[in-house]
């Protein structure tokens, strides 16, 4: 496969009309020099998303996304870059001319091609041998017992690992992979001695695919008592990251279109079960918390997913975030509490268990709501302390839904239980910081998603508020903000605003065509730059204003440091700087209006 040329890159954006490709997902109208129309990417009621068709750009001032008009259609139709690329190419009529490929960048897909045949070849041979081997015999019986057909193992390509040290490493040597390759794919792993060793043996293997079918790595599971770890994965890789897969996707992704929802169960066994019995868009998270990655992957296929988790073990942080990933990405989110103690898989050998999972199913509740009624369930209403403490707890996650209708009847039901009234009660959501699940300091390092976390403008603190204004009127005047460019310093910014700074820097002129687009958080925050740029009001004096007031934060934060440092003669000098600054602030407010 070859690049796309950058000429015809250039084309395809030129051609394209932003506000025709998002019309098609919202509603957008003219307001000056943008259009603004509903978010597509979160709910809310008044618009907050914005459209520069000059600089063909969008921004939403709501949850923060943003990006060039490429951007926009790989977010919402779910496509790769190239994908969309050539989506856009083929609408606007734009021939695409490609380029020969860097001859190092082909090798390495080359590398990559005959790393996943090691692991298709493997996969083949793991599931022969289930079929075929006498050492497999126990394994057979286990998933005979668990009513577990022939039929959905093979789908499947369910297998068995040998219980032999070597099986997988001879046979891979001799097909002519190099010890090197079979442990880049996590096959074999090193020993104490130094030497190499199979790293499944006697397990039950469950082969994870991608969407396209293609294997990235297995889950083992134990079939001797004295084998330790009961499921052992592939270890992460350059190719398997486990938090980004789903099991079973590439044979659900069908019937998830179909039913326009997909469900999540937590093992291999209950994703096998739920496909025999008819409930084919299952997949699962393969023991451990959804992640936000696997949210992301499913908000580009589907509006809304169920999680069949067990109550108890699903995780509330992570339940929390990953509500916040889909809220961002206007998807539903909801929980099939499964009974106590029962998994799908053993819900679907007993007698009438497909139907009582999919009773499970259509009483699926909001996330949200069953995460308040939990925690309405266990508290004594009688008690007023009570009562404090469960209104205390509950309006931290409603605040994270939003302004939205849901939250309105979630405020409605705590409101009649606690017996409150629900102007309180709203009162205490709106003021509630939205758990997050995540870091609570706004520029800590997020998670290493391509979601960008939503995130309300007017939650920006007061230094991000000055630190966007700033920047964006470096844009808008770009003689004058060069200099200020340079003299921005990591001590007067956020950490996105440092990469922000040190990105105006290196693309001094049109930011807009040559979005860093590699990084989503980056390019989300230029291109609301771009926006401010193009409609609020720029001038030297707001600069300037806007310049000295990170400077006095940045010198009340050394201020705080000497103090800390005992360091008295520091602080007296700085606290002088200080009172100058703040003299030049209140003569910078006059000027600047
Ligand atoms: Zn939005």
Not at 142 to 164: H, I, N, Q, T, W
Not at 299 to 312: K, T
Not at 317 to 333: D, H, N, S, T
Request: with cysteine; aromatic share 6%; charged share 30%.
């Amino acid at each position: 496969m070859a690049l796309i040329s950058s000429e015809s890159l250039e084309r395809v954006k030129q051609a394209a009309d932003i506000v025709e490709v998002i019309s098609a997902h919202t509603d957008l109208r003219r307001q000056g020099a943008r259009w603004v129309g509903l978010c597509p990417f979160h709910e809310e009621r008044t618009p907050s998303f914005s459209v520069d068709a000059g600089e063909k750009l969008y921004h939403c001032f709501g949850c923060g996304v943003g990006g060039d008009t490429i951007k926009f259609i790989e977010e919402k139709e779910g496509l790769g870059f190239a994908e969309a690329v050539e989506l856009l190419a083929d609408r606007y009529g734009v021939e695409l001319e490609r380029e020969r490929e860097d001859p190092r960048a082909e090798a390495k897909r080359q590398q990559r091609r005959r790393l996943g045949e090691l692991l298709d070849r493997t996969s083949s041979f793991y599931a022969a041998y289930l079929w075929d081997s006498d050492e497999a015999g126990k394994a057979r019986e286990y998933m005979a017992e668990r009513g577990l057909g022939e039929e959905v193992l093979k789908a499947f390509a369910v297998g068995y690992a040998p219980s032999a040290w070597d099986k997988v490493l001879l046979r891979g040597q001799r097909a002519g992979f190099k010890v090197d390759e079979l442990r880049g794919v996590g096959l074999v792993q090193k020993g104490r001695g130094g030497g190499e060793y199979d790293r499944f043996r006697s397990r039950i293997m469950f082969p994870i695919r991608d969407r396209r079918g293609r294997t990235l790595g297995f889950g083992g599971r134990a079939m001797r008592s004295d084998q330790g770890a009961k499921y052992v994965n592939t270890a992460e890789t350059d190719f398997f990251h486990k938090s980004r897969m789903l099991y079973g996707i590439d044979l659900a992704k069908g019937a998830i279109a179909k039913e326009g929802r997909a469900v999540v169960v937590e093992g291999y066994t209950d994703v096998l079960a739920l496909h025999q019995a008819g409930i084919e868009e299952a997949v699962g998270v393969m023991g451990t918390a959804i992640t936000d990655e696997q949210v992301a992957a499913l908000s580009g296929m589907v509006d809304e997913v169920i999680l069949a988790l067990d109550a108890d073990s699903a995780g509330q942080e992570a339940m929390l975030r990953a509500q916040r990933v889909a809220a961002g990405r206007k998807m539903r989110l909801r929980v099939a509490a499964m009974p106590a103690g029962e998994d799908p898989a053993e819900m679907m050998a007993a007698e009438g268990g497909a139907e009582r999972f999919r009773a499970l199913l259509d009483g699926a509740v909001e996330l949200t709501a069953f995460q308040v009624d939990l925690v309405l369930a266990r508290t004594d209403v009688s008690s007023p302390a009570e009562r404090d403490r469960a209104l205390a707890e509950v309006a931290p996650i409603m605040a994270g839904l939003g302004e939205s209708a849901s939250r309105d009847d979630l405020v409605r039901r705590v409101a009649e239980r606690l017996d409150l009234e629900p102007a309180m009660v709203m009162g205490r959501v709106v003021a509630a910081q939205p758990l997050s699940g995540g870091p609570a300091e706004p520029d800590a390092p997020r998670g290493g998603g391509s979601a960008p976390t939503p995130r309300r403008t007017a939650e920006l603190t007061s230094r991000e508020r000055r630190e966007r204004a700033l920047l964006a009127m470096c844009i808008a005047l770009p003689e004058e903000g060069r200099a200020y460019l340079a003299k921005l310093s990591d001590e007067h910014l956020t950490r996105l605003g440092a990469r922000a700074t040190a990105w105006l820097r290196e693309n001094p002129q049109d930011p807009a065509s040559n979005l860093p687009r590699e990084d989503a958080e980056l390019s989300g925050l230029v291109a609301e730059l771009i926006i401010i740029a193009h409609d609020e009001p720029a001038s030297p004096e707001a600069m300037e204003l806007n310049y000295l007031l990170l400077e006095q934060r940045r010198i009340e934060a050394e201020i705080a440091a000497a103090g800390e440092a005992e360091d008295p003669q520091r602080r007296a000098a700085l606290s002088m700087e200080r009172a100058a600054l703040v003299q030049r602030i209140a003569h910078a407010e006059r000027v600047s209006g």
